[in-house]
């Protein structure tokens, strides 16, 4: 799954466009190599790194979630690493 649906269905970014701009503009990092695509593949077990606000956000990805569904029900697709 491309990165920038990867986020609007993790429920990180409100828009898929919004995904996109942050991809594009290397805000994030996927297994450590900054993203400067949006259509960068992802695989399950990859690690992302996003800032969101004034912190960073590190996610393992468990499984590939299928649709934007709820809060809770997306969650169980990530596991967040401190």
Known sequence: MRID????FLRF????????????????RLNGRR???AS???AVG????L????????????????RRGP???VQLCYQRID
């Not at 649906?5 to 609007?8: A, Q, S, T, W």
């Not at 990859?46 to 790194?49: P, S, Y």
């Open 51 to 66: 800032p969101i606000g004034e912190t960073v956000v590190m996610l393992k990805l468990i499984s590939m979630p299928t």
């Open 40 to 42: 960068l593949s992802t």
């Open 71 to 73: 809060a809770n029900e």
């Open 13 to 28: 970014a409100k828009s898929r466009t919004l995904a996109q701009n942050w991809a594009e503009a290397g805000h994030i």
């Open 46 to 49: 990859d690690v992302i790194t």
């Open 5 to 8: 649906k990867l986020l609007f």
């Open 35 to 37: 993203v400067e695509k």
